[in-house]
């Protein structure tokens, strides 16, 4: 029980490190999906691009959506946004500073989908395949346009039977799958020089401010952990209380059930510093309410 302990507090007090995992889970997950998955174009002038679009940029939503869901940063960055100014200020760096955090760490999945699915080629085949001109091959140059746009439709599908020989379906297939190639390969060299970029040009920008961000950031994420601990440990006080309060004429059952019960004057003085003479529902909620519309200020002195 206390290995279980240490590991819910080390990701409790690293969660920036643990939100990394879980980025590189998810874009890992992703390409693990993309090569089990049996993509099979359904080869209709209709249907095509639909589905191809739909295969490259659906799941990489679905993702990202997944690694807003699983940053707990996302609801506290919403929350000290939303919440009422009080008696603290709103610091809109650093709203924005866990905004870019956060749109950072949930895109890394979604892009990785789509570099492997244009380095593979097949979206992008079964995408436009149909949308080639035909002109610029031999074997669709005097073809009807109905019959042309059947046979465009067919290019992914290679065990097709009027195209599974034809070299002009080839042409159109190797031209394609070049052209996504080329684009997958573009946008990771982009990627990678603005990494580079953001990397290197960093120290040039003013350190403090990002310091600032960066430091009240992570206060927030550790000051709402807190107060949740804090209020999980003031309500099983109060309940606590209130059970003791509602058996008092059955003191002498509980106590013959070993149920574990102060004695006068023992253990009962540390609840109450606790409890901070709190002794009724309006007396919480008021106490909540004045948390969430009149934070304190961030001044111990």
Known sequence: MDRFRMIFQYF????ESVMNGICGLLALASVKMYTSFDFSCP?????NMAYGLGIMFVPPIILFLCGLILNRQSLVMLEEWRRPQGRRKKDLAVIRYMCSSIM???MVAPVVWIVVTLL???CLICAFSGSMDP???VGFANVSTARVQQLLAKVP????ELLRNNTSRKAVSRYLHCWSQALGWSILLILIIAAFLARWLR?????????QARHWSNYIDIEQKIFEETCCEHSRLFAHKCILHFFESMRQEIKLHSFTLPGEGEGTEGEEDFLWGITDQDQVNKLLKTWYYE???LDVS
């Open 295 to 297: 934070k304190p200020p």
């Open 135 to 137: 002109e610029k091959f």
């Open 12 to 15: 409790q007090s690293n969660s």
């Open 203 to 211: 120290p040039c920008f003013n350190q403090a401010t990002l310091l």
């Open 104 to 106: 950072q760490r949930a």
């Open 157 to 160: 599908c290679k065990d097709d």
């Open 43 to 47: 080869c209709l002038p209709q249907y």
């Open 120 to 122: 593979d080629g097949k």
